[in-house]
T-cell receptor
Framework: GESVGLHLPTLSVQEGDNSIINCAYSNSASDYFIWYKQESGKGPQFIID?????DKRQGQRVTVLLNKTVKHLSLQIAATQPGDSAVYFC???????????FGTGTKLQVIP | NAGVTQTPKFQVLKTGQSMTLQCAQDMNHNSMYWYRQDPGMGLRLIYYSASEGTTDKGEVPNGYNVSRLNKREFSLRLESAAPSQTSVYFC?????????????FGPGTRLTVT
């Protein structure tokens, strides 16, 4: 498949370890944040979201943390598996479907 | 459900040629979008359609036109392709969920303009 991010920051993690992927957002008016996973040659896939009135949300093996004070978002993946290898990027929504801004992404490499 | 489908998967055009990228969704979503993705950059919105019969410009609309043919289909047309339009194009659709819009993406069309 084709790489969609040639110069992305890369996080290498041993299989079974936890992964933490960070994202700084820009708009203090953003009220909704989403994490997407994009595997090579595929479209982005929704992982988890969080509203600005929350600071933590948990899903299956994933947790998103939101720090509005420093405009920082993180995605934690527990017990990282080879199938988690992908590019992860955050998106912020400042209101309405046309006001979604996507980050450039972080490449997660899982070492077996 | 097939979700969001896009055709073609790959395309090579010469400068000045025209083509239409097709997108269809079977999730009964009202809103549909076209994005482009370039290396080192996030997804950028080209056009969107809030509902059948309406279309609006996004961040990077120049050189493109769209048609919302019906609720299922949203096409993107390049009238005169330029090398700067070499990119991966993604179509998405969304439904409102508590006031926000969870987007579902297609597999993408990889376009090269020579």
């Amino acid at each position: 498949g084709e790489s969609v991010g040639l110069h992305l920051p890369t996080l290498s993690v041993q299989e079974g370890d936890n992964s933490i992927i960070n994202c700084a957002y820009s708009n203090s008016a953003s009220d909704y944040f989403i994490w997407y996973k994009q595997e090579s040659g595929k479209g982005p896939q929704f992982i988890i979201d969080i509203r600005s009135n929350m600071d933590k949300r948990q899903g299956q093996r994933v947790t998103v943390l939101l720090n509005k004070t420093v405009k920082h978002l993180s995605l934690q993946i527990a017990a990282t598996q080879p199938g988690d290898s992908a590019v992860y990027f955050c998106a912020e929504n400042s209101g309405g479907y046309q006001k979604v801004t996507f980050g450039t992404g972080t490449k997660l490499q899982v070492i077996p | 459900n097939a979700g969001v489908t896009q055709t073609p998967k790959f395309q090579v055009l010469k400068t000045g040629q025209s083509m239409t990228l097709q997108c269809a969704q079977d999730m009964n979503h009202n809103s549909m979008y076209w994005y482009r993705q370039d290396p080192g950059m996030g997804l950028r919105l080209i056009y969107y359609s809030a509902s059948e019969g309406t279309t609006d410009k996004g961040e990077v609309p120049n050189g493109y036109n769209v048609s919302r043919l019906n609720k299922r289909e949203f096409s993107l047309r390049l009238e005169s392709a330029a090398p700067s339009q070499t990119s991966v194009y993604f179509c998405a659709s969304s439904r409102p969920t508590g006031g926000v819009y969870e987007q579902y993406f297609g597999p993408g069309t990889r376009l090269t303009v020579t």
